[in-house]
């Protein structure tokens, strides 16, 4: 089921299994032409094999019943080269068969990634990362395995049945209608197989996505976990997913090995039937020798593809599981996307006004309001501070101005056009975001600095680095070169802190946008970035959320916030002087009531609760 925009993974609905997997045949069309030679290869191979038990029909009532040692070389040089091109043909299509499933994966993949891009951050909050990781790995896999093998025997297996059985019909009327009803108990096993099997798929490939969260987890939570000491619980945890997920899988496995068994017990049944009657035709001269061999020859053709039925459908109910599992990716729509008639503002243009009017903001699915009724003006070339008790929603508000989410009411404008009206890309070159959780990503120190200005120069560079006192990136093993692991964990928080910073400010913003960047930061670093930092905001507009007063320095005004209201906005001695609230966030004081019912504020002048 297609998730709500952006929303929590959706549950299987009642729609046709297979639907998800037909959906995903466009995949397919850029390989049309290899996939016909392979079904052609695989047939003429399937019709090479069919032939031999023909030609043993004819040896066995020419030559063999005739003694016409001549007549059997020739006939037995034609079976030989028979089975010769099908050995040819099967390694033919074997060949080919898995560079193009490989890139049919590959195709597929590239696609769910680039759609992950370009869902919202409320989409990643609500997924597990361990179920989007098998949906991209696993699940991918079992697609792959279908189209390259299980697809294509379910066509080959369904040609060989259908054309054995009217040779067999051809040979004799009654034994062949006798294992061409054999289909009937076979339809009904693989049926309530198929059924069985597809919720079976299900619960296991989301049993192996709660898995792999949970080892995602504790590869990042490693440090808390061990500081606690919480180990043994985790592993318990763990142990316990791991026995569901196996559990699951013993299942399955039991599941398809009765099925096997009464796939392989119908064919045998009518085998040993057919034997009985066959040869009591064959005493009543109803049925030659020869052609006795044949049919007993050719219904055996039909062992494995009855047989591999069960296996063939087990991988098709997988790849439908797995197709409903990554289709229900595809189908989030972004939440945010650029409006049809969205403009392009180029750096050069942006003057750097950024009004918030009449902002309500509620995270998708809740319904509390982290933020109303916002009314506040950021002049060009201003620094604003933003102030306010942990949880009262900062960091929300800050999260609009890149539009990581969107207003739910009001809007944001930057030189008076709605940030909704701007093309996304061209919006966000034009701010720059340190967040307060600096993220560094597995790449190079350089490559983490210009993630948004690849066109950067050394120099250019080097002087951020120095302005965000960053320069100890030179020291590492490889300077710049040097990659900073997963989430840049082998720095300190400080360190990472500070090259997050400088990739903001690398990026020349118009808009500057730094949640608490100096938290982690010593108070003698502090003051120099500080320093360092002043100079840059002198030419850019910026919203800084800060909690030291020290950082407070940097900003022209401040404007308070207090549970998603706006309740005064001044300089901060001015706050300092008339807001008890102002005085009490900064402070350890205990906070005054602060009436959300007071005068709003005009977000230029000071406002008193
Ligand atoms: N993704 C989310 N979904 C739902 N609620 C959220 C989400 N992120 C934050 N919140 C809630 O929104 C409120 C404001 O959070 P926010 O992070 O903006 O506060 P903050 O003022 O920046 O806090 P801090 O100073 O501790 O960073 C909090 O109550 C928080 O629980």
Sequence with gaps: MPADRDGSPASPAGRHPLRNLWRLRHYLRPYAAEF??????????????????????????????????????????????????????????????????????AAIRDDVYAHLQRLAPSFHDRW?????????????????????????????????YLVVVALLIRLHTVLG?????????????TRRFARAYHTASRRMQDQQGDVATLVEETAQGLRTMKAYGRGPELTARFATSARTLHDTGVGKGRLLARTSAKLDLVPNLVLGLVLVAGAAAAARGALSIGELVAFISLQLMLTWPV??????????????????RVREVLDTPPAILDAPHAVTLTRAEVTGRLRFEGVTFRYPGTARAVLRGIDLTVEPGETLALVGATGCGKSTLLSLVPRLHDVTEGRVTLDGHD??????????????????????????????LTLGRPEATEEEVRATLALAQADFAYDLPWGLATRVGEQGLSLSGGQRQRLALARAVLSRPALLVLDDPLSALDVHTEALVEAALKRVLGDTTALLVVHRPSTIALADRVALLDAGRIVAVGTHSELLAGVPAYRAVLSAEPPPPVSAAGPAPDGRGLVRS
Excluded: C, K, Y
């Design 177 to 189: 209608l006798v294992v061409a009803g054999s289909a009937i108990p076979l339809f009904v096993i």
């Design 128 to 160: 597990q990362s361990g179920q989007l990781l098998s949906r991209i790995t696993s699940d991918l896999s079992v697609i792959r395995r279908f189209l390259s093998f299980g697809l294509f025997f379910l066509v080959l297996n369904l040609v060989t």
């Design 419 to 448: 940030l909704r009206d701007l093309r996304l890309s061209s919006l966000r070159r034009v701010v720059g975001v340190a967040f307060e959780e600096p993220t560094l990503f597995s790449m190079s120190v350089w490559e983490n």
């Design 36 to 105: 016909s030679w392979l079904m052609l290869a695989g047939l003429a191979a399937t019709g090479a094999g069919i032939s031999v038990p023909l030609v043993a029909q004819r040896v066995v009532d020419g030559p063999v019943a005739r003694q016409e040692p001549a007549g059997l070389v020739r006939l037995a040089g034609l079976a030989l080269l028979l089975g010769l091109v099908e050995a040819l043909l099967i390694f033919v299509r074997r060949w080919v068969q898995s560079s193009s499933s490989m890139a049919i994966e």
């Design 307 to 324: 047989q591999g039925l069960g296996w063939i459908i087990a991988n098709g109910q997988e790849a439908a599981t797995a197709a409903d």
